[in-house]
Structures are given as C-alpha cells and as structure tokens.
C-alpha cells in the first residue's frame, strides 16, 4: 500500500463487523464495488472488550477478494503477538488501544516493521496524552464514538470536541514537518451525523449497520459521501 492511501482526503471503511458472515467474501467484494475505500476489520478477543469475533485465518481469506487497504483494529491484549499474524494475512493498517500494550512505542515499531501502516486507538474516556512522545511513530489515530465491544451503538457527543483535539494536534504535527497522519472515528456513523463528525476534523469514517444490511450499499456510500461534503462547508 502506498503512502497515497493516507494523502488528504476523505474514506469510508465500512466495519465487517455488521456484515452477513455466511457471505462474507460476497459481502466485501459488493461494498468495494460500492465505492468503499477501506474495509475495516474489527478484532475482539473476549478480553480486552466482551466479545469474540474474527482472526487472521478470516483477514486472510477475504484479502484476495478486495483490492482496497485492510483496516484492522485490535480491540485484544496483549497485541504483540498477534501484529505479525495479521500483517502476513494482508493487513495494511493495524491499530490497537494503548492500554493494551506494555510498550506503545514498541508495539508501533513492530506494525511498521511488519510493512504496515500503525495506528493508535483512544476510547471515549481515553485521553489524547498518549500521543505525546509517538506521534512519528502514528499514521492512524483513532477514536472511538462508542465504548468497544457491540456493532449498532450510538455516537456519543462529546467525541465531537475529543475529534477537533485530535485534529489541531495533527495539523501541528505535520505543519512542523511531521508525516501525515489519518484521523478515523468509529461508532454510531450515520447519513444523518456524519456532516458534523467532519466538520470536527475527521477524515475516516468507519460505518458497519448504517452500511451493511441496507438494500443498496452504493446507495448508501453515496449518500454519506455527500453528507461529507456538507460537513466540509463547516469551519472545522
């Protein structure tokens, strides 16, 4: 994956989470051909959050099916060992919580080494302070709009002032001549939010039910994508 993927602009990474799993390569191939420009793969291990979900034996079976980044967050802990299984299944980005690793840095460091993007993920009441000493280590931030752990959540609004934290800290960074770093918020995305989320700085936008379920996927994508726009006319 080349570093365009994470250029200025805006993507949609519909969650797999809230996909039909009885389908799921079907599934992932009709939501790329619906204009997704990430697929967002969640990883939940019954201990860092209370849910079971996917591997990398699933990561690497839908790989060949998409020719867009794999997104993959880790909702498990400890993460180290489980980086390099995901980035030998195809991953592209990896993201995880800091509060499931012993040394941030270094868990950073091992998903660069394994030839992917890294990322940093803060729950609703995780603060940003994380960051603080990482920052050239991060091409993902982030940030949760629901607490982990259930697809179908609603956005929880104080997200929105964490967001415009988030983003002043990344256009600082890179005006002092940082690389690039995506912001992505994940949680309750709907047509009827997304305008304001982008109007607080977001440029990634993971969407699992108001996406996945729906009659029309393109339809949907389409939809959000002009909700963006709009949000786009908003001083952020």
Same mark, same amino acid.
């Given at each position: 994956?080349?570093?365009?993927?994470?250029?200025?602009?805006?993507?949609?990474?519909?969650?797999?989470?809230?996909?039909?799993?009885?389908?799921?390569?079907?599934?992932?191939?009709?939501?790329?051909?619906?204009?997704?420009?990430?697929?967002?793969?969640?990883?939940?291990?019954?201990?860092?959050?209370?849910?079971?979900?996917?591997?990398?034996?699933?990561?690497?079976?839908?790989?060949?099916?998409?020719?867009?980044?794999?997104?993959?967050?880790?909702?498990?802990?400890?993460?180290?060992?489980?980086?390099?299984?995901?980035?030998?299944?195809?991953?592209?980005?990896?993201?995880?919580?800091?509060?499931?690793?012993?040394?941030?840095?270094?868990?950073?460091?091992?998903?660069?080494?394994?030839?992917?993007?890294?990322?940093? $993920?803060?729950?609703?009441?995780? /603060?940003?302070?994380?960051?603080?000493?990482?920052?050239? *280590? &991060? #091409?993902? !931030?982030?940030?949760?709009?629901?607490?982990?752990?259930?697809?179908?959540?609603?956005?929880?609004?104080?997200?929105?002032?964490?967001?415009?934290?988030?983003?002043?800290?990344?256009?600082?960074? $890179?005006?002092?001549?940082?690389? /690039?770093?995506?912001?992505?918020?994940?949680?309750?995305? *709907? &047509? #009827?939010? !997304?305008?304001?989320?982008?109007?607080?700085?977001?440029?990634?936008?993971?969407?699992?039910?108001?996406?996945?379920?729906?009659?029309?996927?393109?339809?949907?994508?389409?939809?959000?994508?002009?909700?963006?726009?709009?949000?786009?006319?908003?001083?952020?």
């Amino acid at each position: 994956m080349s570093d365009s993927s994470l250029a200025p602009t805006t993507r949609i990474a519909p969650s797999i989470l809230s996909a039909d799993f009885a389908r799921l390569g079907e599934e992932v191939k009709n939501v790329v051909a619906a204009g997704a420009d990430w697929i967002h793969f969640d990883v939940m291990d019954n201990h860092y959050v209370p849910n079971l979900t996917i591997g990398p034996m699933v990561c690497a079976a839908i790989r060949p099916h998409v020719n867009v980044p794999i997104d993959v967050h880790l909702m498990v802990e400890p993460v180290d060992a489980i980086i390099p299984q995901f980035a030998q299944a195809g991953a592209n980005i990896i993201t995880f919580h800091p509060e499931a690793s012993r040394h941030i840095d270094r868990s950073l460091g091992l998903i660069r080494d394994s030839g992917c993007k890294s990322g940093l $993920v803060f729950n609703p009441a995780t /603060p940003l302070s994380f960051l603080d000493h990482v920052m050239d *280590k &991060v #091409d993902v !931030i982030l940030l949760m709009s629901v607490n982990p752990g259930f697809g179908g959540q609603s956005f929880i609004p104080s997200t929105l002032a964490k967001l415009r934290d988030a983003r002043r800290r990344i256009d600082a960074w $890179v005006q002092a001549g940082g690389q /690039p770093i995506a912001l992505q918020v994940d949680g309750g995305v *709907k &047509v #009827d939010n !997304i305008a304001e989320i982008r109007a607080a700085g977001a440029d990634t936008f993971v969407a699992g039910s108001a996406i996945f379920g729906k009659p029309d996927y393109k339809q949907v994508i389409d939809a959000l994508r002009e909700q963006i726009k709009k949000g786009e006319t908003v001083a952020i």
